[in-house]
C-alpha cells in the first residue's frame, strides 16, 4: 500500500514540475517548484525501500530534473522544450508504472491458509550431468505465516532465476524486477492442516521453472490440495540445487523444425519420467518423519502442466497407473497414446497466429480426448499461451502476450476450470 501510495505521489509530483507556473515572486516559484520536485524523490524513495528502485520511476526522476532546467534557464526558448520534455518523460514513467505493477499473488481464498516447501531427490536426469530434481511444494496449512519470496529461496535466488529467464526468452532482465522483489501469500515450512489430501504434480513450460504458477498453485493448495511443481534439470531455465550449485537449460532451437520437434518429444519422455519418481519420492516422504508425514493421499492424484509441461501430464498419466486424471494447460499432446483417465484441456482463445499450427493442435488434442473416459476441452476466449501461467500479474497486458482477460481474472479463470475439474474428478465425495 505504502509503494502504491509513493508510485501516484511521485507521478503527480512529475506532472506538477513539468506544468508549475513561472510567474509571481521568486520565493513563490522556488517553493512551487520544489514541492512537486520533493514528491518526484520521496515517491522514488519510498519505492526503493523494498528490493531497490524501481527502474518503472527512473523517468519521472529526468521529468523533475527537466522541471528544475526549466525553472533556472533565463530563456523561453529554453524553459519550452523543458517542459514538453518533462511531460513527455511523465507519460513513459506513468505508461511504465502501469505496464509493470508490483506483483500482487492473490491471497488464498479456500478453507486453509497455505504453507510451502522444497523438496529434492536423485531422479532420473539423461544427458545432464545434474541428477537432482528439486520442487516446489504448495499445501494446506494449519496456521498462517510470513509470506515466502516468490521466485527463489531468497532475494539473491530470485535474482539468479531471473536473470536465467531472461537470457533463455532473450528479454531485458530488469523487466522481471517485480517477479524478483514479490512475495507469495504461502508461508515458507508452516505445519501442514490435518488430513490426508489428493495430490496435484505439475510441470512447467518449455525452459520455465517451477514457481512460474505460484498463483494457480495457492489456490489449489488453499483448496485442499498438495501441489508439487518440479523444476526439470538442464530443461527449466535454472535449477538451484539445495546446496547452492546451479544447472542453467540446455534447451536450445536449432532452426531446424524436425530436429526440434523430436527434441520436444525427447523432453516430454523425461519430465513424464521426472514426474513418476516425484511419486515415488512423496510416497517415501509420506512414511518418513518430516513435514509431510502421512498428509499425502496417493490413492489420488492429478497430473498437471503447461505448455510443454502439458504434454508430459498427459504423457506420465499415459504412463503411469498411479496417476488419476490429467489437466493440460495450453500443450500440445504428445505421445499419451495410452492415456486412459479423465482429462482436462484448457485452450487458449488467442490460437498462436498460425492457422495450421492451431489446425494440428486442436487435432491433437481431440485424438487424445477420443481416447479419454472424461475428457474436457475448454477453449478460453480471450487467453494467449501465457494468460495461464503468473505472467498476466506482472507483465504488460498486450493481448497476443498475456491474453486481455486482466490480470486477475486471467489467473482466476484458471483456477476455476482447474477447480471444477479436480472437484469432479480427483477430490473426495
Do not use: I, K
Not at 534557464?73 to 511523465?90: N, S, W
Amino acid at each position: 500500500m505504502l509503494r502504491d501510495v509513493g508510485t501516484w505521489v511521485a507521478v503527480l509530483g512529475s506532472l506538477g514540475g513539468a506544468l508549475v507556473p513561472l510567474r509571481g515572486p521568486r520565493g513563490r516559484r522556488w517553493v512551487s517548484l520544489l514541492v512537486p520536485v520533493l514528491a518526484v524523490v520521496a515517491g522514488f524513495l519510498l519505492n526503493s525501500l523494498d528490493g531497490g528502485p524501481r527502474w518503472q520511476l527512473l523517468p519521472l526522476l529526468v521529468a523533475a530534473v527537466l522541471a528544475v532546467a526549466r525553472f533556472v534557464a533565463g530563456r523561453r526558448r529554453v524553459r519550452f522544450p523543458a517542459a514538453a520534455a518533462a511531460v513527455v518523460a511523465t507519460f513513459a514513467g506513468t505508461l511504465a508504472v502501469w505496464a509493470f505493477p508490483p506483483l500482487r499473488v492473490p491471497g488464498p481464498t479456500g478453507p486453509h491458509p497455505v504453507g510451502t516447501t522444497e523438496v529434492s531427490w536423485d531422479g532420473p536426469v539423461p544427458d545432464c550431468p545434474a541428477s537432482t530434481v528439486v520442487a516446489q511444494v504448495w499445501y494446506p496449512a494449519a496456521t498462517a505465516g510470513e509470506p515466502a519470496p516468490h521466485l527463489g529461496r531468497d532475494r539473491a535466488e530470485s535474482r539468479q532465476v531471473a536473470a536465467a529467464l531472461a537470457g533463455t526468452f532473450g528479454v531485458p532482465g530488469f523487466l522481471l524486477r517485480e517477479a524478483v522483489v514479490a512475495r507469495s501469500p504461502a508461508a515458507d515450512g508452516t505445519p501442514v492442516a490435518a488430513g490426508r489430501f489428493p495430490v496435484v504434480l505439475f510441470s512447467p513450460g518449455d525452459a520455465s521453472v517451477r514457481r512460474q504458477n505460484s498463483a494457480w498453485a495457492t489456490a489449489l493448495a488453499a483448496g485442499g490440495r498438495v501441489v508439487v511443481a518440479l523444476d526439470h534439470p538442464c530443461d527449466s531455465a535454472l535449477v538451484v540445487e539445495p546446496d547452492g550449485d546451479t544447472v542453467p537449460t540446455r534447451v536450445r532451437s536449432t532452426g531446424d523444425d524436425a530436429r526440434d520437434q523430436a527434441a520436444a518429444d525427447r523432453q516430454v519422455g523425461v519430465r513424464a519420467r521426472q514426474l513418476s519418481s516425484a511419486l515415488d519420492e512423496l510416497t517415501r516422504r509420506n512414511a518418513a518423519d518430516g513435514l509431510l508425514r502421512g498428509h499425502l493421499d496417493l490413492s489420488r492424484v492429478a497430473a498437471t502442466g503447461h505448455s510443454l509441461g502439458g504434454a508430459a501430464a498427459l504423457r506420465v498419466a499415459a504412463d503411469d497407473d498411479r496417476v488419476d486424471a490429467a489437466v493440460d494447460l495450453d500443450g500440445l499432446p504428445r505421445g499419451a497414446d495410452g492415456l486412459d483417465v479423465p482429462v482436462l484441456f484448457l485452450v487458449a482463445g488467442r490460437g498462436t497466429g498460425n492457422p495450421d499450427a492451431d489446425a494440428a493442435y486442436a487435432r491433437a488434442v481431440e485424438a487424445v480426448a477420443a481416447r479419454s473416459p472424461a475428457a474436457r476441452v475448454q477453449r478460453v476466449p480471450g487467453a494467449a499461451h501465457l494468460t495461464f501461467t503468473d505472467a498476466p500479474l506482472f507483465l504488460p497486458p498486450v493481448p497476443s502476450v498475456v491474453g486481455s482477460l486482466g490480470r486477475e481474472e486471467s489467473v482466476a479463470v484458471t483456477v476455476r476450470a482447474t477447480e471444477e475439474f479436480l472437484g469432479e474428478f480427483l477430490d473426495p465425495r
